[in-house]
């Protein structure tokens, strides 16, 4: 039977000169599609999409892009992207040079049923997730862990001890705080490269240009006091400096809402008749937290004074709130590496673990995510209207 005439021959009539790469998908989610795109260099320069539609089984297929033989540097990436769902994230560029096999591997390979030609040249595999995989030796194997770090929750990282600090305090129960202190640190991966575990994140910004009044209630003329922070897993971040504003009798305090910042759920509002005694706003009628884009409205009701109340612990801190007094909470602080910062479980407003917990614990030790206390960390919670501080540890292999 006759070669197809878009198989060019050498001299030796066993060996195509059209080759290819294949490129092993093992998808997160085999019921959903797959993109591929395909790029000249590990920047994505010309990226254009090449498949659209593909479906893999769960343990994985190949899926075929023939290339010419001639040097040339060839780029894959890969996404899920369905019918009815969201796209997912791409996978990281991966390939390289289009080389001809070894003679003894192309005798084997390139005849299937005495007349197929299946050309292929090397294969890149994208793992469970379609994370990255690639080989770092001539041989196919690699001496680079990198591509498997995706799965941060079982590696081996070390980091100083005592890496955290907590702060307690409150008014009473269901008004009780705790918050955490941590420093920037630097996180050792088994194949010597690292990571970078940031502090807590920087204030956000509140002029008095923020703050604004709006008609209703029946409130007499009073100055208010206002911060506003990030929220994350009913967690407050990145809580700002105070403003104040003067209200006008029958009227109603306004803050204008944040910059969206990428990870976080929302972000909240804290507001007070007293310098430095703001109040946690996530009752009668005021979500938490608030949505990206909505400014915050007191309600016609005004602030509520229900919700746990800020001190200097809050600055520059992760603050768990509305916790019960007199109370040992357990927590599991995790880096998580997608998003690129510390989060804490249990997750939650008001919400504490009051003994250990296994869901919790997973939850730091979960893949993509360095846990970072090979324990839970405890801090015991004393009674309505005091405060104190504890180290509580962190640390792993030191």
């Not at 039977?1 to 050498?10: F, K």
């Given at each position: 039977?006759?070669?197809?005439?878009?198989?060019?021959?050498?001299p030796?009539?066993?060996?195509?000169?059209?080759?290819?790469?294949?490129i092993?998908?093992?998808?997160?989610?085999?019921t959903?599609?797959?993109e591929?795109?395909?790029?000249?260099d590990?920047?994505?320069?010309?990226?254009?999409?090449?498949?659209?539609?593909?479906f893999?089984?769960?343990?994985?297929?190949p899926f075929?892009?023939?290339r010419?033989?001639?040097g040339?540097?060839?780029f894959?990436?890969?996404?899920?992207?369905?019918?009815?769902?969201?796209?997912?994230?791409?996978?990281?560029?991966?390939g390289?040079?289009?080389?001809a096999i070894?003679?003894?591997i192309?005798?084997?390979?390139?005849?299937?049923?005495?007349?197929?030609?299946?050309?292929?040249?090397?294969s890149?595999?994208?793992?469970?997730?379609?994370?990255?995989?690639?080989?770092?030796?001539?041989?196919?194997?690699?001496?680079?862990?990198?591509?498997?770090?995706?799965q941060?929750?079982?590696?081996?990282?070390?980091?100083?001890?005592?890496?955290?600090?907590?702060?307690w305090?409150?008014i009473?129960?269901?008004?009780?705080?705790?918050?955490?202190l941590?420093?920037?640190?630097?996180?050792?991966?088994?194949?010597?490269?690292?990571?970078?575990?940031?502090?807590?994140?920087?204030?956000?910004?509140?002029?008095?240009?923020?703050?604004?009044?709006?008609?209703?209630?029946v409130?007499?003329?009073t100055?208010?006091?206002?911060?506003?922070?990030l929220?994350?897993?009913?967690?407050?971040?990145?809580l700002s400096?105070?403003?104040?504003?003067?209200?006008?009798?029958?009227?109603?305090?306004?803050?204008?809402?944040?910059?969206?910042?990428?990870?976080?759920d929302?972000?909240?509002?804290?507001?007070?008749?007293?310098?430095?005694s703001e109040y946690?706003?996530e009752?009668?009628?005021?979500?938490?937290?608030?949505?990206?884009?909505t400014?915050?409205?007191?309600?016609?009701?005004?602030f509520?004074?229900?919700?746990?109340q800020?001190?200097?612990?809050?600055?520059?801190?992760?603050?768990?709130?509305?916790?019960?007094?007199?109370?040992?909470?357990?927590?599991y602080?995790?880096?998580?590496?997608?998003?690129?910062?510390l989060?804490?479980a249990?997750?939650?407003?008001?919400?504490g673990?009051?003994?250990?917990?296994m869901a919790?614990a997973?939850?730091?030790?979960?893949d993509g995510r360095i846990?970072?206390?090979s324990t839970?960390?405890?801090?015991?919670?004393g009674?309505?209207?005091?405060n104190?501080?504890?180290?509580?540890?962190?640390?792993?292999?030191?």
């Open positions: 039977m006759a070669l197809p005439a878009t198989l060019a021959l050498d030796q009539p066993w060996r195509p000169s059209i080759f290819g790469k294949a092993n998908f093992v998808p997160g989610d085999p959903i599609a797959v591929v795109q395909r790029a000249t590990a920047t994505g320069t010309g990226a254009t999409t090449i498949a659209t539609g593909l893999f089984p769960k343990p994985g297929a075929v892009d023939m010419a033989n001639d040339s540097s060839w894959y990436r890969a996404r899920h992207n369905g019918i009815d769902v969201d796209a997912g994230v791409y996978t990281p560029w991966v390289g040079v289009v080389k070894p003679k003894d192309l005798a084997a390979a390139v005849n299937f049923g005495g007349s197929s030609v299946y050309p292929i040249v090397r890149f595999a994208l793992s469970d997730g379609l994370y990255a995989l690639q080989a770092t030796e001539t041989d196919g194997s690699t001496k680079v862990s990198t591509a498997h770090n995706p941060g929750s079982v590696l081996p990282i070390p980091f100083k001890g005592n890496l955290f600090t907590g702060f305090g409150g009473g129960s269901g008004q009780m705080y705790v918050a955490f941590w420093t920037t640190q630097t996180l050792y991966k088994p194949d010597g490269s690292t990571l970078t575990l940031p502090g807590p994140p920087a204030a956000l910004s509140l002029a008095g240009g923020d703050l604004g009044q709006i008609a209703g209630g409130r007499g003329a100055t208010l006091w206002a911060r506003r922070g929220v994350k897993d009913g967690h407050v971040y990145a400096g105070e403003q104040s504003f003067a209200v006008s009798a029958n009227n109603r305090l306004t803050v204008a809402a944040p910059a969206a910042v990428p990870g976080y929302g972000w909240c509002v804290l507001v007070g008749s007293a310098s430095n946690l706003q009752s009668g009628g005021t979500p938490y937290p608030i949505a990206f884009g400014s915050y409205t007191e309600p016609t009701g005004h509520s004074t229900a919700a746990a800020y001190t200097g612990d809050w600055l520059g801190t992760i603050v768990y709130v509305d916790l019960n007094a007199s109370t040992t909470y357990y927590f602080p995790y880096y998580d590496i997608a998003l690129g910062f989060r804490m249990p997750v939650g407003d008001a919400v673990d009051s003994a250990p917990s919790d997973n939850k730091a030790w979960s846990a970072l206390s839970g960390m405890s801090v015991v919670v009674g309505g209207g005091t104190g501080n504890s180290p509580t540890g962190g640390s792993r292999l030191t």
